[in-house]
């Protein structure tokens, strides 16, 4: 069976775009799932919904890559969810993902951007290093914020990192790191940044 799945950032955004191409796909419209829901933030209704329904044989149809993921590294997750689960994927617009048929060049596509996103992790490892580093030169306290687990301690110093480099912007740093931006807020409140939270690069 054929799924379909869209998604826009704001309620007063419209799926339409997404939803006639599905539908020119030959997608019915009873198993097309749509979520109104940011790129940044991590649940996903019915995402959630359609990737706990699909079964061995079926395929998912997105109109781009950035309807699904949140990020590279969210991307290359999924991909290893749905190939366990035997479920083909397949992007509309980009027509070098499809995994519908034995494709030597949308496996190599894929393989690179597993590659691309498992660097991505070990940029991340090596800033938060660089980063509790620099903390315990300055002597700051690293131990874990109350409320933040020690896994989510090194994204909060790497927030702090960052916010105080002022070169990304909050979306760009969210999807770098993975989180929504409630998280990033509240990751800067614990590393002690109320007092210096600024209107800075919000897009």
Request: proline share 1%; hydrophobic share 35%.
């Amino acid at each position: 069976m054929i799924f379909g799945y869209a998604r826009v950032s704001t309620a007063e955004q419209s799926l339409d775009l997404q939803l006639d191409a599905l539908l020119k796909e030959g997608i019915s419209d009873r198993n097309i799932y749509t979520d109104k829901v940011s790129s940044t933030k991590e649940e996903r209704k019915s995402l959630n919904k359609l990737l706990d329904y699909v079964r061995e044989g079926d395929t998912i149809v997105v109109w781009k890559l950035d309807r699904l993921a949140r990020s590279l590294i969210h991307f290359t997750k999924l991909m290893s969810e749905l190939d366990a689960k035997g479920v083909k994927f397949r992007s509309i617009t980009e027509a070098f993902i499809d995994t519908t048929e034995k494709s030597s060049h949308s496996e190599f596509i894929i393989n690179i951007f597993a590659a691309l996103a498992q660097l991505e992790r070990d940029i991340i490892i090596e800033r938060t290093k660089a980063g509790l580093e620099s903390a315990r030169r300055r002597g700051k306290v690293l131990g874990a914020p109350r409320g933040i687990s020690k896994k989510n301690q090194q994204k909060a110093v790497l927030c702090e990192e960052y916010f105080n480099e002022g070169k990304l912007t909050v979306a760009e740093i969210c999807d770098r790191l993975d989180i929504s931006r409630a998280t990033y807020y509240k990751y800067l409140r614990y590393r002690g940044l109320t007092g210096k939270l600024r209107p800075y690069k919000l897009n």
